[in-house]
């Protein structure tokens, strides 16, 4: 059998290191390097010690405070979030969401567009029924009762903290833990092409960001404004309360405005300096009014990111293709806030918020876009609590204290204006064209400026010192609402002199474009346009003076050209049309519009006292719902201005009646009475007038002149027959005479033959007639004659065709009645001139009177006797037929009275007869002089 040797026991090696536990802090002596120890003084807050190096044990570690993680926490107790991100190598796009906008990453299977490794395990010969197994004992390590002990506290650690070997395996929950890393859902995904995938960042389906276009976000805008319609403060109180508002802690330092709040119930205007709740804030203005359900903007200021975006936008222009773009996407709330101050003069020359650059005019054209990517140009509802902010929305904070202030910054630097380039202060804009050789094109945009109940707001746009201009659905306005109120007096918005967008001056560079623009209202002036302006759809509400037209304009050159629109909506302002001076030689400025409008008073002014009305020229249509017979104008004008309404120009009047400048045609009907037609002023008008009476009544129809201005040289004319007419053409300061009637009317006149009237041409009266003393003595014969012009009357001539030698006359009189019945003027006792001389005659009135236009009536009365047919007049014959058509008071030939030795002072024409006249007595020719 073999040899069986028994030795004694050899030399023990070095144990290995062990994780001791104990109570209290270990002293240098516990344990060798290498070692951990735990302190179980409080199970509930062991800390863990080591690895012991140098003999030194160094700082204990609380397990989960601040030490170790705890796996229940799922990462939520990391002290730096962020460097966990790093540490776990995690890219950029582990904290998106899977989107197709900025800020988001792109799915694999993204439809704009055209890996995992196994790990190895490790085999361990030393392990517990391997080859080569180590016991505890071979290297010293604890007993197995040690080991339970261990066991015990460790248990409590691996239960409570997570370990560098275990890699997160033993969180709690993952996607927990990926929430509280502030990871976004593209976190879980994998580089890929196909759904479920997230793209590289340098996936070759995607194509690059044109290099000419700048996009305000790039340069930090953040365009996260809000506004709500349930704002309340009180008077001389800086809190603002909201039920609604959502307010968080990062507002303080954002603009504010507030509507109504401010003194007299301005617009308030401040920031937010301290937060209180979701549903209260500080302001740094206390309110000069008490609001509620008022409408609250706020906004971090974009104003230097955009202003960053514009100028790269014009220096790439300038060092390329002459061209940039400065893109402004949707906002990420609802409008990107402008609260910067206004920029004046300085390189800008100007005086915006925004400022545009200058180029000069020797150098090459530079076009500048400035474009949102939707139309902008949405009409407010008048139910809308809150302003729109339709598309890319700029919201300007900017608001004037007084109408002084303003002046003064006007005065200074131009008007004062979200977006603006160089200015007429600066020297653009002005004589003899001086303009920055600049083509702006605003697209897809809309501009709020602060709502001011004076007018004392900022210019939305203001490109008076630009060479070409171009806005394309553009919207602007206050930040007003209708059912606030902000609108219902637009007259109060002529306190302060703001203009909602001023277009590049006369003497431009022959570009002028508007498109699809609406004004929402709240300025002084709506729009001012020079010449050279192309219009394709305007609407401007709620301004006091809303389209004007620049003949001149703060030292420009005088409108020469034309501007012309398809159509201009107009509702709810004071002025229609308001012209800005006159155009170059006292002409212009000159203007083809058809304006739509609801107004009850369309009225038409001027800001330089009536100059420029006066000189305006071109034709403007008027439609919708308007009152024709209000048409205001503050002075004359110039424009031939049509009414919709009508198909034809002509109006019937049965009364006295005043034209107005629609008119063309005036059919007058006296049927009723006498009637005036007062003629529009001659100043300034463009087309004639023809006023008709169609009438068969004798009653006179008098065409006067406005004020002083004449007809032919006189001050009133008349139309005696039925359709008898006059067209009358403006002479500049008074009406001449285009055409009239030939024989009854106009142009037969007793002037030719030296006399101021007649019955009827002389000619005519190739006739006698008698009648018996037994038949007319004592009798009142009444003959109508018509005056159509103011005369000095002294004499009544008559035709004395048959003498009666052996008559025996007395009382024998001719005298005048007005249509009145009263007696103007009489001769003395005629006896003796109808005793010879059968001639024309003519008998002074024993005293000349001055007769104005209208019917007369020339009345003989004879006394004595005579033989019949020996005592004879010239006449025109008529008998039964004279009177045709005519009743008292207006019959032409009539009697009246009986037993008269004179005239008396009044006749009552409704009492005239005809019953001596029918034989054809009476039918006498007279004549006036």
């Known amino acids: ?33 290498g070692d951990w120890y735990i302190d179980n003084s409080t199970p ?49 796009a582990a904290v998106l969401n899977i989107g197709t906008t900025a800020g988001t990453a792109a799915a694999g299977d993204d439809s704009r567009m055209t890996n995992s490794r196994t790990p190895t395990a490790h085999a361990a010969s030393h392990g517990s029924g391997g080859s080569d197994p180590v016991t505890p004992a071979a290297i010293g390590a604890y007993t197995n009762a040690a080991g339970t002990a261990l066991d015990a506290r460790v248990t409590t650690v691996e239960n409570t903290a997570l370990t560098k070997t275990d890699n997160l395996a033993s969180l709690g929950n993952a996607t927990t833990a990926r929430t509280n890393l502030g990871l976004g859902n593209s976190a879980t995904r994998a580089v890929g092409t196909t759904a479920g995938t997230v793209a590289a960042g340098d996936d070759a389906r995607f194509t690059a960001a044109d290099a000419w276009v700048f996009d305000v976000v790039s340069y930090g805008a953040v365009g996260n404004g809000k506004v709500v319609a349930d704002a309340a403060m009180t008077a001389s109180s800086a809190t603002l309360t909201s039920a609604t508002a959502a307010f968080v802690v990062g507002d303080v330092g954002k603009a504010i405005q507030v509507l109504g709040a401010g003194a007299s119930g301005e617009t308030l205007v401040g920031t937010i300096s301290a937060y209180t709740s979701g549903t209260q804030v500080t302001l740094s203005a206390t309110a000069g009014s008490t609001v509620s359900g008022a409408c609250a903007m706020w906004a971090t200021d974009d104003t230097t990111a955009i202003q960053a975006a514009i100028d790269a936008a014009a220096a790439y222009a300038v060092a390329h293709s002459g061209s940039a773009t400065v893109r402004i996407p949707p906002a990420s709330g609802q409008f990107y806030g402008i609260a910067g101050a206004l920029k004046t003069g300085g390189s800008t020359l100007g005086n915006a918020q925004l400022t545009l650059p200058v180029y000069a005019a020797t150098g090459r054209k530079i076009t500048l876009s400035i474009r949102g990517t939707s139309s902008g140009a949405g009409v407010q509802h008048w139910q809308q609590t809150v302003p729109n902010t339709t598309g890319a ?28 380039g160089p200015a007429q202060p600066g020297g653009y804009g002005v004589a003899p064209g001086v303009f920055s050789n600049l083509y702006v094109d605003i697209a897809n945009l809309s501009v709020l400026t602060a ?69 929402g209202g709240g300025y002084t002036y709506g729009i001012v346009v020079p010449e050279h302006t192309d219009i394709y759809g305007l609407r401007i509400l709620y301004c006091w003076a809303a389209f004007c037209p620049a003949g001149s304009y703060y030292s420009s050159v005088g409108a020469a050209h034309s501007i012309r629109a398809s159509l201009i909506s107009i509702e709810q302002c004071t002025f229609l049309i308001y012209i800005f001076g006159p155009g170059t030689g006292g002409l212009g400025p000159t203007m083809d519009l058809r304006i739509d409008t609801e107004t009850s008073i369309p009225r038409f002014g001027c800001r330089t006292g009536g100059t420029g009305l006066a000189a305006a020229r071109g034709r403007v249509v008027i439609a919708g719902l308007f009152t024709p017979a209000n048409l205001t104008l503050d002075y004359p004008t110039g424009l031939h201005i049509e009414s919709a309404q009508l198909s034809y120009p002509v109006t019937t009047k049965t009364g006295n009646y005043t034209a107005i400048s629609f008119d063309e045609d005036i059919l007058a009907d006296a049927t009723s009475g006498p009637i005036t037609i007062t003629l529009p002023t001659a100043v300034g008008r463009t087309r004639p007038i023809t006023v008709k009476k169609i009438d068969a009544s004798g009653n006179p129809v008098s065409v006067d002149g406005a004020g002083s201005e004449t007809i032919d040289g006189q001050l009133v004319r008349q139309l005696f027959g039925q359709w008898d007419y006059a067209t009358l053409g403006p002479s500049g300061s008074g009406w001449y005479v285009k055409a009239a009637p030939t024989a009854t009317s106009w142009t037969d006149r007793p002037s030719e033959q030296g006399l101021l009237a007649w019955t009827y041409d002389p000619n005519m009266a190739g006739h006698v007639t008698a009648q018996s003393n037994a038949g007319v003595a004592g009798r009142i014969t009444l003959v109508k004659i018509p005056i159509r012009e103011q005369i000095t009357w002294s004499s009544i001539w008559f035709g004395l065709a048959g003498v009666d030698a052996g008559a025996t006359l007395s009382n024998c009189y001719l005298g005048v009645y007005d249509s009145a019945g009263n007696l103007k003027g009489a001769t003395a006792d005629i006896s003796s001139s109808l005793m010879s001389g059968a001639t024309a005659k003519a008998v002074a009135l024993t005293s000349s009177f001055t007769a104005a236009p209208g019917t007369y009536y020339i009345a003989m009365l004879l006394n004595g006797t005579w033989t019949t047919n020996s005592l004879t007049f010239k006449a025109s014959g008529a008998g039964v037929s004279v009177n045709a058509g005519l009743t008292a008071p207006n019959l032409r030939y009539s009697n009246l009275l009986t037993s008269q030795t004179s005239l008396p002072s009044t006749l009552t024409l409704s009492s005239q007869s005809t019953s001596i006249i029918n034989t054809g007595w009476a039918s006498q020719w007279y004549g006036v002089s």
């Open 1 to 33: 059998m073999p040899s069986v040797i028994v030795a004694s026991s050899g030399t023990s090696g070095p144990r290995g290191n062990s994780v001791l536990t104990g109570t209290g802090a270990p002293s240098a002596g516990t344990g060798i390097d």
């Open 44 to 92: 509930s807050a062991l800390v863990i010690y080591g690895p012991k190096a140098a003999g030194a044990w160094g700082s204990g570690q609380a397990l989960g405070a601040g030490g170790a993680l705890l796996q229940t926490n799922n990462l939520s107790d990391l002290n730096s979030v962020p460097a966990a991100r790093t540490n776990l190598g995690l890219g950029g």
């Open 393 to 420: 929305t700029l919201l300007s904070f900017g608001l004037f204290a007084s109408a002084g202030a303003q002046t003064t910054s006007i005065n200074a630097g131009g008007n004062p204006a979200v977006i603006g």
């Open 451 to 519: 709502h001011s109940k004076f007018g004392l707001t900022y210019t939305a746009i203001d490109l008076s010192g630009a060479a070409n201009a171009r806005l394309q659905d553009v919207a602007y306005s206050t930040t007003g609402t209708v059912p606030g109120s902000s609108y219902v007096s637009p007259g109060v918005f002529a306190t302060g002199l703001s203009i909602g967008v001023l277009l590049p001056a006369n003497g431009n560079n022959d570009l002028t474009i508007v498109e699809n623009v609406t004004c």
